[in-house]
């Protein structure tokens, strides 16, 4: 393998923690440093300078899939002078791509929430990871009420409401056991959380969501 190209270290780790992930969700924990290496193009030396053991790469993967500030920074960069339907189009491709990336890794790793590190250690204190996922929620349900907030005053339900019922029906329909394909769509999800299951009737005709 010919020597890497030298990078900054921050640099050199995110390159590793991307090419490991396809393959944490292919091999589990059993995948190879080897495989690691030949997938990110560099000698399998350059991971240890990087990470100090394969489990403490494996423990940066899934830091990164679990850390949401990637799609709140995308959802945040959604042209806000789009209609509404095709801004909540766009969030729902990135809530959809993480979801996905998350039930991926806790097949693969078999992990259970609240997920134990590989060296052993509980997992960032109980009451200290769910304080982090408070403010993880709370970040990105921010986010997304910004993104509504041109057209707060189409919806029938509150903008909160609307992220509530939104964040749920992209969880539901794109978890590998409770979705189906045929709802899952980002299109389709964004239809049914805009105008629902039910025909115009007298009572709902003129309903813009």
């Not at 029906?169 to 239809?191: K, Q």
């Amino acid at each position: 393998m010919p020597r890497a190209t030298p990078l900054p270290l921050e640099d050199r780790r995110a390159a590793l923690v991307a090419a490991t992930e396809p393959l944490l969700e292919r091999y589990g924990r059993d995948v190879s440093t080897r495989q690691i290496a030949e997938a990110a193009g560099v000698a399998e030396g350059t991971i240890f300078r990087a990470f100090a053991t394969k489990d403490e790469l494996i423990d940066a993967v899934v830091d990164e899939v679990f850390d949401e500030a990637r799609a709140r920074t995308a959802i945040a960069a959604i042209d806000r002078s789009l209609p509404l339907p095709e801004r909540l189009l766009a969030a729902v491709t990135v809530l959809q791509d993480r979801t996905r990336r998350v039930f991926a890794l806790f097949h693969a790793l078999r992990l259970r929430p609240g997920w134990a590190r590989s060296d052993g250690e509980d997992p960032p204190a109980h009451d200290s990871l769910h304080a982090r996922q408070r403010h993880d929620h709370e970040q990105l349900e921010l986010v997304l009420l910004d993104l509504i907030g041109p057209d707060a005053d189409l919806l029938r339900v509150s903008p909160g409401e609307a992220v509530t019922v939104l964040r749920g029906t992209v969880f539901a329909l794109t978890h590998p056991l409770l979705g189906d394909e045929r709802l899952a769509r980002p299109d389709r999800i964004v239809d049914l959380v805009l105008h629902g299951v039910a025909r115009d009737t007298p009572h709902t005709e003129g309903r813009t969501c």
